[in-house]
C-alpha cells in the first residue's frame, strides 16, 4: 500500500548560508513579535560574504512542522543589507490556537527557500523567544 504525503512548502536554499547570529520571539496569543540577524550571507561562489542579490527576507512560524496540521505563517518583508542584516517588529494573523513544536525561519523574500532556522529555546507565557546561529548549507528540506 503506498502512503500518500502531502508536498512541504518549505526548503533549504540552493545555496549554502552562514550567520553571526539573531534572535526571534513570537507571542502565540496575540501574533507580536520580531527578530533581528546579524551576518546572514552566502557561503561559496562569488559572493561569498554578501547577501548576493537577496535584498529581502521575511520571517516564518511554522506550527506543528512536519503534522498534519502544519501551519506556515510568514512576517512582512524585511530588507537585508549587503552584509547580511535584517530586523522586523510584526503582528502575525491566523496564528493557530494550537501551535505546537513551534520553529520560527528566515527565508528569501518572494521565495520558498529557507535560508536560516531559529530552534525555540523557550515557550514563555505562550510566547516563543530563540536565538540561532548559522545551521544550514545542506540542500535537503529543513523540515521534512
Known amino acids: 500500500m503506498a502512503v500518500a504525503t502531502r508536498p512541504n512548502p518549505i526548503h533549504s536554499g540552493t545555496l549554502p548560508w552562514t550567520t553571526k547570529g539573531g534572535r526571534a520571539f513570537v507571542n502565540l496569543t496575540t501574533g507580536e513579535g520580531a527578530f533581528d540577524v546579524e ?47 535584517a530586523e522586523l517588529s ?28 531559529i530552534a525555540p529555546v523557550a515557550i514563555i507565557g505562550g510566547q516563543l523567544e530563540s536565538t540561532f546561529a548559522s545551521r544550514f548549507g545542506s540542500n535537503s528540506p529543513i523540515i521534512a
Open 90 to 117: 510584526f503582528k502575525l494573523m491566523n496564528v493557530p490556537s494550537s501551535c505546537g513544536s513551534p520553529l520560527f525561519l528566515i527565508r528569501i523574500s518572494g521565495a520558498k527557500w529557507t535560508v536560516a532556522e
Open 39 to 85: 551576518g546572514l550571507v552566502l557561503n561559496g561562489g562569488s559572493a561569498t560574504g554578501t547577501a548576493g542579490p537577496i535584498t529581502s527576507v521575511v520571517g516564518t512560524l511554522v506550527c506543528n512542522p512536519g503534522a498534519a496540521n502544519q501551519t506556515v505563517v510568514d512576517t512582512p518583508a524585511a530588507d537585508l543589507t549587503t552584509s547580511g542584516n
